[in-house]
Each structure stands twice: as C-alpha cells, then as structure tokens.
C-alpha cells in the first residue's frame, strides 16, 4: 500500500507594505520660548504686545516645566511667594479711597489690575522656566547673549527715537481686539506705538525728544539700558569671541549718544554706580588690565562730552530738575496711602485730588499740564506701597537682598554681572517702575545667578571664580 502526503503548504508571503510618506515636522528646540520672547521683541513691541507677550510665552513655558519630574526655586523664594499672594489679596481694597486721592470707579481699574495680576505670576514662569532648564537644553551663556542682544536693539531704538521723534503709528492688532476692549482707554494706549516720548525737560518751553524704543516709555529705556549694557558687556566683550568683542566694544561706544540725548538722570546715575562697582569688584581681584579698559571708556565719554554738543545736554539737564517736586508730591502721597493701610495697600495706584501745578482737574488748552497725578507711578517701591502695602515692598525687595547676599562670594563674570544687575534694581525702584520687562530682566538674573552657583558647586571651582 502506497501512501502519498500532501506536499508540505507553503505560506505565501504577505504583500509589502506600501511606502509611507516622509512626514515634515518642525520641532523647536526646548528654549524656543525665551529666544521667541527677547530676540523677537522688536516684533511684538512694532504688534503693540508689550504688556501681553510675557504672559503669553509664558503658557509654553509652564507647559514644559510640567514636563518636570521635580521644579526647583532659587533661594528666598518665599519671600516671592508672600508677594503674589498680596497682589491677589490686595485685589479686595479696589474699591476703597486711599487719603487725599479721587474715589476709583469705572471698570478699567480692574482691567489694568488683571493685567499687573497675570504679569506677576507670568514673569515668576520665565524664572523657574529658565533655572530649571539643563545646561544642555538652554546654556547660560546663550541666554547672556540673548540679553545682550537686546540691549543692541535698545541702543537702536535710541538712535530712532533721538533722530526721528515723530514715527508713531497704531498696532495692527487694535482692528482684531473687540471694540468693546479695544475703546477702554488703558487698552487703548497699550496699541500707540511711539519711539519717543517728547517732554518739556530743558529750559526754553520746547519738547525734547527722549527715546522709548522698543518700550512703552523713556524711563524704561533708561533703566532697560542699564541693566541690559551689563549683559552686553558680560555675554559679547567678556565672554564672547573675537568679533563679538569688537561688536560689544562698537554698541557700547554707540550707546553713548542716545544714553545722554534720553536726559535721564537715573540711566546716569544707573551708569555711574555700574562704573564704581565694576572698578570695586576687578581691583579687589587684581584685574588692573580690566580696570585699563574702563579708563578708557571712561577717557572716551568725558572727550566725547568735552567735543560735543552732548556735553551742553548734559549741563542744561543737571540744571532743570523738572520732574523733581512732582516726584516729591507723589511720594509723599504714596506714603500716606501706605500708612493708612499698610498691610494689603489699594491694589493699584490712586490719583490725587488736583495737581502739581493746579487744582484744576484734568488737562485743558490753558493748562496741558495740569490733570490727576497717580501716586505709585513714579517707582516700583512707591508702587508697592500703595499697591500692595509694605509688607509687599518689604518682600519685594528681601527676594532680591537675599539673593545678591547669597551670590556674594561668585567672583565669575556671570556672578558679578548679576550681583550688578540686583544693585540696579534696587537702585531704580525708586524712580521707575519695573512691570514688565525691567523686573523681567531681574528675575531671569536671579535665575541665571543660581544656576551658575549651581553648576560652579557641582565642579568644585566656586572659590577659584572661574570666567563661567
């Protein structure tokens, strides 16, 4: 009997698979979010986003940090924290009368505490989103450089401001905004876009043009400026390489004449403390080669203000006060209103029952300068203390104490580029106000100083102050 097997079943093979089609995607490195907020500033202060970019860059940011298995703080955080918790409380005292000031109405007083309110807690983000980054993911020396190059723009700025006063023109984004936002005139002032603010600072009866590009007002320019020319120095002719040195020395040289044409005292001052700390900080170490090149910025300026006409700016400015017993008023005001509520303040700026000038109330022909001066508006302390009482002003400025007295020791070109730029804050609190960029600015210093205390800890150098 024959048996006969079937052949063995042979599978056959599957048909291949069609060829997928190459996707395209664009992914955006980790620090995208701080790069789009400080080299794309230009764009958003030409959009009229000031006020709204930090808390709208801010949303990536925290998304990130989510990402995060462990979000860590710098140091005296806590007094930070007590701070936002008293611009929230002090949203209750809205409605109350601060003494010697008009009674608030209208709801543009919530809108603009809203505003304040989110910006706070956005610019804390970019803080914690810039410390928590890995030296990988966002390099200190990128986001010195960063800073740097904003302050070029500001120097640019300047030149547009002195040199072409009269550029002005309304943000696109006024034609987009609902009427009903877009008609209250706090939102309404946020889309007119100027590069200079003329003002009647000299004698004569003239305006001069002073330079706000690319900021809201002159008086920020004037500390931005400061506090960004030490990052130029610090990320381009101290750390940079051959050409960015040279880049550095040009816009520093440049910076010169919109610095002296803005007839700001304080960006003066500003400059002088900067000078004598910097002098201070490289004698104490022996770097007399430092101290050569800052005579010699300084030789440059003083021949600079000898063979120009610069110098008689800088004469008739020291000459006219201006502002000065204004600035007296509003302080005196702001101490009032701080002594009849010093815990939680007012929430906001107040305006005070006449003027300066007159009792009259509001602008007219007769008198342009007459109107409701509003304590709180002439320095970020003064505002503390009517805003959000002294116990805000005292952790305000304890956050950033402590942080300068923690970091006193980095003898790196970050450390004492940082500790400068906290002595500036300190210093401009009493003229200007800092919300947004200004405190912007600082709290991404206290950021960079605590990573940089961080890494020079992990590396064992801190004590050698190695150029980190």
Known sequence: MTIVLDPPQVAEAPPAPAPRRRRWTVRLPIGWPLAALLVLYPLWWALGLPTFIYAILAVPMALQLMRKPVVRVPPGFGFWLVLLAWVVLSGLMLGETAPGTLAPEGFGRYIGYVIRAVNYFSLTVIMLYVLNLSERELPRRRVVRMLGFM??????????????????????????????????????????????????????????????????????????????????????????????????????????????????????????????????????????????????????????????????????????????DVRAMLRDGAMTAAASSPVVGYGANRALVGSGRSIAIGKSDECPQCGNREIGSDGQFWHLLVAQGVVGAVCYNMFFLWNLWRFRRDRTAIGIGGSLVLILLLFFQFLYGSLNSTLAYGLITVALMTRNDWQLRRIGKHRRGLPV
Not at 167 to 193: G, H, M, N, Y
Not at 259 to 283: D, E, K, P
Not at 289 to 314: E, K, Y
């Open 151 to 324: 302050c070029l723009v500001t120097v640019i700025g300047g030149y547009i401001g002195a040199f072409m006063p009269d550029v002005t023109f309304i943000s696109p984004l006024s034609e987009v905004v609902p009427r009903a936002v877009a008609t209250d005139p706090f939102v309404r002032r946020l889309f007119v876009v100027e590069v200079a603010q003329v003002q009647e600072v000299l004698a004569g009866g003239t305006g001069q043009p002073r330079p706000s590009a690319p900021f809201e007002y002159t008086n920020t320019w004037g500390e931005n400026m400061a506090v960004l020319g030490v990052w130029l120095v610090v990320g381009w002719t101290v750390l940079g390489r051959r050409w960015r040195r040279l880049a550095g020395v040009v816009v520093v040289v440049a910076s010169i004449v919109p610095v002296v044409a803005s007839l700001n005292r304080g960006l003066w001052i500003g400059i002088g403390i900067s000078a004598v700390y910097v002098a201070v900080r490289m004698a104490w170490r022996g770097r007399f080669g430092a101290l050569g090149a800052l005579a010699g910025f300084v030789g440059v300026l003083v021949v600079l203000l000898i063979a120009t006409p610069l110098g008689n700016l800088v004469t008739q400015r020291l000459a006219n006060g201006h502002s000065d």
